[in-house]
């Protein structure tokens, strides 16, 4: 059975250069990075090598990156990192209503401490409003956490923008720090400079890198606490010995992503806008979630609602077919509860019940989306069939 991979958002699968170039790694680079011998020194030159290359992609200093083993990992570094170096009960936080779970958990727990926590609006795009983060902006913020692309919409908020205005704003005052979670912005511009940012998560396994790696860039001059302890590793912020051979595929997969990113941006908006037009025509109900306007969006991230159908039988029946979608976060999927980000950018929650997402990636091509746009309203009408009349009447004005 033919299989179209459209979960791009949830994992990609590892180049398969890469992992012949890290399977050479197993074997050759054993030694511990911390052990002073020859093994020893050859991992740690290798590691350098690898973190020489994502600084300067990055457009940071080598000791601005910290390897960690996922991006959920780096999240909860920056966001509790920050906070217990600071040990200031009245510390506010800033950050929207759309962030990964990564996010959201951590400040949740740190909102049941005591701390304040504003959630920033974010219109039915999943943008937020510059002007009411200006003025909910206090003395007292030290943290803001913004996602760069959200994961269920592909929204690009304008971190630009946001970090201008944190900058005046530290203009009168030590804090805040800018921290934003940049998993699914692989293909975009991560140049820290450019962005502005104090604080960044990267993750390898969304980038056609292995999974196990990932890291948290951390401006220098930030002061943040490590929140496990045992060891001296990665500049005392991450102690365990280094995963050198994923770490190697990880910058490898970002070299690899940012040379292409241009081109792989311009293939996928064509993608989009493809299989979004045929589908529209075969499925007249289709309704999609994010943003209309180009330059607000990731385009491999295609969220639709079906509100004549459940998404989870749409998603069995397209797997039987060969075609892997998602019902949104993967980190979520096995919640009942809605999607979070679909609530808050206005769905209710029979549609949210009713959407899913489709990611493109990298070897996507045109013969796959029109292959799913030849199963994908046929499954639809079928589990149409099994609604009630006045169901379809209501949708349609018509009944069958």
């Given at each position: 059975m033919k299989e179209i991979y459209l979960d791009n958002a949830a994992t990609t699968p590892c180049d398969q250069k890469i992992l012949k170039k890290m399977e050479s790694f197993w074997s050759k680079i054993y030694g511990n990075p911390s052990s002073f011998n020859d093994a020893g020194r050859n991992s740690k030159k290798n590691l350098d090598e690898a973190r020489t290359k994502i600084a300067k992609i990055l457009g940071a200093k080598n000791q601005e990156i910290i390897f960690t083993s996922s991006?959920?990992?780096?999240?909860?570094?920056?966001?509790?990192?920050?906070?217990k170096d600071l040990k200031n009960k009245k510390a506010e936080i800033i950050t929207t209503p759309i962030e990964h779970p990564s996010i959201l958990g951590p400040i949740k727990k740190l909102e049941k401490d005591g701390a304040k926590v504003h959630y920033l609006s974010v219109n039915k795009e999943g943008l937020i409003?510059?002007?009411e983060f200006k003025k909910t902006l206090t003395p007292d913020t030290v943290l803001v956490s913004i996602i760069y692309v959200n994961n269920e919409i592909g929204t690009i908020q304008p971190i630009k923008k946001i970090a201008k205005t944190v900058k005046e704003f530290r203009k009168n005052n030590p804090y805040p720090y800018l921290h934003i979670d940049a998993a699914q912005a692989g293909n975009l511009d991560i140049n820290?400079?450019?962005l502005g940012v104090d604080l960044m998560t990267l993750s390898s396994h969304k980038i056609y890198g292995p999974k196990g790696a990932a890291a948290l860039y951390v401006r220098r001059g930030i002061e943040i606490e490590p929140i496990m302890y045992g060891g001296g590793q990665e500049f005392n912020l991450r102690p365990s010995t280094e995963a050198v051979p994923l770490i190697i595929g990880f910058a490898s997969a970002l070299e690899k992503t940012q040379?292409?990113?241009?081109?792989?941006?311009?293939?996928?908006?064509?993608?989009?806008?493809?299989f979004i037009n045929e589908l529209k025509r075969s499925v007249l109900t289709a309704k999609i979630n994010g943003p209309k306007?180009?330059?607000?969006?990731?385009?491999?991230?295609?969220?639709m609602t079906f509100p004549t159908i459940e998404n989870e039988q749409l998603l069995l029946q397209l797997d039987k077919y060969g075609i892997r979608a998602s019902a949104g976060s993967a980190c979520t999927s096995k919640n009942i509860e809605p999607s979070h980000v679909l609530l808050a950018v206005g769905l209710s929650k029979k549609e949210t019940r009713s959407s899913i997402r489709f990611s493109l990636g990298n070897k996507t091509s045109q013969a796959d989306l029109s292959y799913v746009l030849k199963i994908l309203p046929k499954m639809v009408k079928k589990i149409e069939g099994l609604y009630p009349k006045d169901l379809k009447k209501h949708y349609y004005g018509r009944v069958d």
């Open positions: 991006a959920t990992e780096s999240n909860n570094l920056a966001v509790f990192g920050v906070f409003d510059l002007n820290v400079n450019n040379k292409s990113k241009i081109k792989t941006l311009e293939n996928q908006e064509r993608l989009r806008n493809y306007e180009k330059q607000n969006r990731n385009p491999n991230i295609i969220n």
